[in-house]
């Protein structure tokens, strides 16, 4: 089985002059859970070749078992620096997308029309689609044929407005990721700040922090045995 992983593009942090990227520890974990479990992964980014990684991920507060794995895993770096482009993707190729977080995904991902499309296509052939953190913001775009958000009336978390507010980046983000799924008619819930929480809702599974990555991916795991 192949899972697609779909990573930003994205390394700018607003006007503040600061990089960001993708979160490592919401690649890292299911990363390992999937190949770990004997799923072939495969990594896009709008751009292809480099994904960048967000400056802060790399913090010592933020690593994880999973982190340092990825750090002295030179053929998981490769492929970080080495992805494929996102327009040369389908869904037929693939079991399950996942997206992972960090705040970049917030300026491409969720306007990119290619990924938009990927979903519904993951979706609509009745494949998993995961997302992490800041990644259910990649939804913001994506309609079905009626008009309708693909979130509206479905159970879904993300980055909590209060741990935006604990990192200090409401006023830079794009948007909140807890009011955009609320405002696109998401059944949005949440745990206290960096616990974790992770949502089902037929194939729609996210989670709301990096600590809930795993969660999301082991779900996944289980529903595609």
Not at 62 to 85: G, L, P
Not at 88 to 108: C, Q, R, T, V
Not at 123 to 146: D, I, Q, R, T
Request: charged share 25%.
């Amino acid at each position: 089985m192949k899972i697609l992983f779909v990573v930003t593009s994205h390394d700018k942090l607003g006007n503040t002059g600061h990089k960001t990227g993708f979160w490592v520890e919401e690649f890292a974990a299911p990363y390992y859970k999937f190949t770990d479990a004997g799923y072939e992964v495969v990594v896009a980014t709008p751009k292809g070749g480099q994904a960048p990684i967000d400056p802060n991920s790399e913090a010592p507060s933020a690593q994880t078992e999973a982190t340092k794995r990825y750090y002295n895993d030179a053929k998981v770096q490769d492929i970080i620096a080495h992805t494929h482009k996102l327009d040369e993707m389908n869904a037929s190729d693939f079991d399950a997308i996942f997206y992972p977080g960090g705040h970049g995904p917030l300026w491409d991902l969720a306007n990119d029309t290619k990924s938009a499309q990927l979903i519904l296509d993951f979706y609509n052939a009745g494949k998993l689609v995961g997302a992490v953190c800041h990644a259910p913001g990649v939804f913001k775009n994506v309609k079905f044929e009626n008009g309708e958000s693909f979130v509206k009336g479905k159970d879904v978390t993300g980055f909590t407005n209060t741990e935006e507010a604990a990192v200090k980046l409401t006023d830079v983000v794009p948007f909140l990721v807890e009011d955009e799924l609320k405002n696109l008619g998401g059944n949005y819930s949440k745990t206290d700040d960096w616990g974790v929480h992770v949502v089902e809702d037929g194939l729609l599974i996210t989670g709301q922090n990096p600590a809930s990555s795993e969660g999301v991916a082991e779900k996944m795991i289980a529903r595609l045995k």
